[in-house]
């Protein structure tokens, strides 16, 4: 057998099986970024910050089909189906980047959107309402307290009408010592939570991004493969030759 017909071969029925592994790999980490915003949601408002994620969970949902596509049509040397195998890769190919891309604009947003979105959430705690669960969620979850740090809580309602104490979320592992009083900042966990929330979004995305990035050079060179078997099985050969032959 021809070397580049047996070396392309090889590549497709690799990317195929990548397919279907890639697809559930993809529906991992989309759901697992979408989870991660759905416990934030008080403090991440903009809907288009997901738009990454959703663009990688559609990508999961027909990837294995045209895993078993790719390799029935690389094994039988079938144009029509090597051509839609194409065609499929390059369009996933082009998602993914419009994925990553979505990724490097909305990163340069967080922090101003963080920023604005956690002021607004943490002026509006009360101790009971929807903003009151999202903050302690996030200050136990992510052991921080207050905006930039525990010293912002001065700036809100809660302080005031609460003896200048902050909420029992900051406090170090629930110590039943703790009465958030700001003159007792050894009880306290005393970063800011726009910073560690924001950490915890890029690493997640950087992540994802790899991924991602690492799923496209593989589609690369699939449709390189894809064209050297269609152009070489059309000018030098005719029928259907094996991969073991």
């Given at each position: 057998?021809?070397?580049?017909?047996?070396?392309?071969?090889?590549?497709?029925?690799?990317?195929?099986?990548?397919?279907?592994?890639?697809?559930?790999?993809?529906?991992?980490?989309?759901?697992?970024?979408?989870?991660?915003?759905?416990?934030?949601?008080?403090?991440?408002?903009?809907?288009?910050?997901?738009?990454?994620?959703?663009?990688?969970?559609?990508?999961?949902?027909?990837?294995?089909?045209?895993?078993?596509?790719?390799?029935?049509?690389?094994?039988?040397?079938?144009?029509?189906?090597?051509?839609?195998?194409?065609?499929?890769i390059?369009?996933?190919?082009?998602?993914?980047?419009?994925?990553?891309?979505?990724?490097?604009?909305?990163?340069?947003?967080?922090?101003g959107?963080?920023?604005?979105?956690?002021?607004?959430?943490?002026s509006?705690?009360?101790?009971?309402?929807?903003?009151?669960?999202?903050?302690?969620?996030?200050?136990?979850?992510?052991?921080?307290?207050?905006?930039?740090?525990?010293?912002?809580?001065?700036?809100?309602?809660?302080?005031?009408?609460?003896?200048?104490?902050?909420?029992?979320?900051?406090c170090?592992?629930?110590?039943t010592?703790?009465?958030?009083?700001?003159?007792?900042?050894?009880?306290?966990?005393?970063?800011?939570?726009?910073?560690?929330?924001?950490?915890?979004?890029?690493?997640?995305?950087?992540?994802?991004?790899?991924?991602?990035?690492?799923?496209?050079?593989?589609?690369?060179?699939?449709?390189?493969?894809?064209?050297?078997?269609?152009?070489?099985?059309?000018?030098?050969?005719?029928?259907?030759?094996?991969?073991?032959?």
């Open positions: 057998m021809d070397c580049g017909i047996f070396t392309s071969k090889t590549v497709l029925l690799f990317l195929s099986l990548v397919f279907c592994a890639a697809g559930a790999a993809l529906a991992y980490i989309g759901s697992y970024v979408i989870h991660s915003y759905n416990n934030f949601d008080s403090f991440i408002q903009d809907k288009y910050a997901l738009v990454p994620a959703a663009i990688t969970i559609g990508i999961s949902v027909v990837m294995f089909v045209f895993g078993l596509l790719g390799c029935c049509s690389t094994l039988r040397e079938s144009k029509f189906g090597l051509s839609f195998f194409f065609l499929v390059m369009m996933m190919f082009a998602a993914e980047v419009a994925a990553l891309v979505f990724s490097f604009i909305y990163q340069g947003k967080i922090s959107d963080l920023e604005r979105s956690m002021n607004e959430s943490f509006m705690y009360d101790g009971q309402g929807t903003e009151t669960k999202g903050v302690d969620y996030l200050q136990s979850q992510l052991q921080c307290c207050g905006v930039n740090n525990y010293t912002s809580w001065a700036n809100t309602t809660w302080f005031s009408s609460q003896n200048n104490t902050v909420p029992l979320s900051c170090k592992n629930s110590t010592q703790c009465t958030g009083r700001l003159d007792q900042p050894n009880l306290l966990n005393v970063a800011g939570c726009q910073v560690k929330l924001q950490s915890l979004i890029e690493d997640v995305w950087g992540y994802a991004m790899l991924v991602i990035l690492g799923f496209a050079v593989v589609k690369f060179f699939g449709m390189t493969s894809v064209c050297v078997i269609t152009c070489r099985s059309g000018n030098r050969r005719s029928g259907y030759q094996p991969l073991y032959a």
